[in-house]
């Protein structure tokens, strides 16, 4: 016998479509062509870049989802030109994925759109914005030179790193940061907590069942790192574990740098709903992988 019910599903159930929409967001500016033909008629700045004779854009009118918008081909991109009144849209739109710093957000959006000064702007709304200014505490940090300057083979080299503990969300209170250091391509697992069989496990099924085992494996020398169980895992996988001593630190600057981000960026996306880091975790993942590195 079958059952032929019917249940909707809310967003906060139906987690997967949920993040599925979210990721189509995402990827896509909620901005309409039509809403921004109709603002590029009124916008002064426009009609006085279309009379000079000295702007660098170069800009003409085009096709865009049936609507005629002028767009700027000066970089061999189509941009469109966006009127004053939107800037501030689409800056947040492209910013509150993961709050990005000023360059990375200027980046994004100057792939996708143009307009006068748009660098200046995107700077200035970063610094203001209070959710980044609120987490990122470090943000001024840079991270000195360090010995590992000439990736050679991709998933060689991974770095690893425990973050935690965070308030505990589905059961788990930590993170295991993963950073390849060749593609820069970063994994965060959440863990229920940081022994050594855990965070064996965590890397076992989520990063060498998928890329294999790295040559080697750079962590600090906690003490989940060092215990035999880890090195026996290792050794059974033929890993070669190296330390970072307490004379370097820096060395491990990379996943440092990482695993700084991936928290900040989650905490600036969740406000006062810090327990929620779980179901937001992929899509802040998804912003910062967007961010060339
Ligand atoms: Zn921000």
């Not at 249940?7 to 309409?32: F, M, Q, Y």
């Not at 939107?86 to 000023?102: N, Y």
Request: net charge positive; hydrophobic share 35%.
């Amino acid at each position: 016998q079958y059952s032929t019910d019917i249940k909707h599903v809310t967003g906060v159930n139906n987690s997967p479509a949920d993040a599925l929409s979210r990721i189509e967001a995402v990827l896509k500016c909620s901005i309409k062509p039509a809403d921004m033909a109709s603002a590029q008629d009124n916008d002064q700045q426009l009609q006085d870049l279309l009379e000079s004779t000295t702007s660098n854009l170069r800009l003409q009118r085009l096709q865009v989802d049936n609507c005629t918008l002028y767009c700027d081909t000066s970089s061999g991109k189509i941009r469109p030109y966006v009127p004053a009144d939107l800037r501030f849209g689409v800056f947040q739109h492209f910013h509150s994925i993961s709050h990005p710093g000023g360059r990375a957000t200027a980046r994004i959006i100057a792939d996708r759109f143009v307009w006068p000064f748009m660098q200046r702007d995107i700077k200035l709304w970063v610094r203001q914005c209070h959710p980044c200014q609120s987490s990122k505490v470090n943000r001024h940090e840079k991270t000195p030179l360090t010995a590992f300057l000439k990736p050679d083979d991709r998933f060689a080299h991974v770095h690893i790193d425990v973050v935690g503990p965070l308030p505990t969300s589905h059961g788990q209170s930590y993170m295991l940061t993963c950073v390849d250091r060749f593609t820069r391509w970063i994994e965060a697992i959440p863990m229920a907590d940081q022994t050594a069989i855990t965070i064996a496990h965590a890397f076992f099924d989520n990063w060498i069942a998928r890329f294999g085992s790295p040559l080697y494996l750079v962590s600090d020398r906690g003490r989940s790192f060092q215990s035999s169980l880890f090195r026996d895992v290792a050794t059974l996988l033929g890993i070669e574990l190296r330390f970072t001593t307490s004379y370097h630190p820096q060395c491990n600057g990379l996943v440092e740098r990482s695993h700084r981000s991936i928290k900040a960026a989650l905490m600036s996306r969740l406000g006062d709903s810090r327990e929620r880091w779980y179901e937001e975790l992929p899509i802040v993942l998804l912003g910062l992988r967007s961010v060339f590195k």
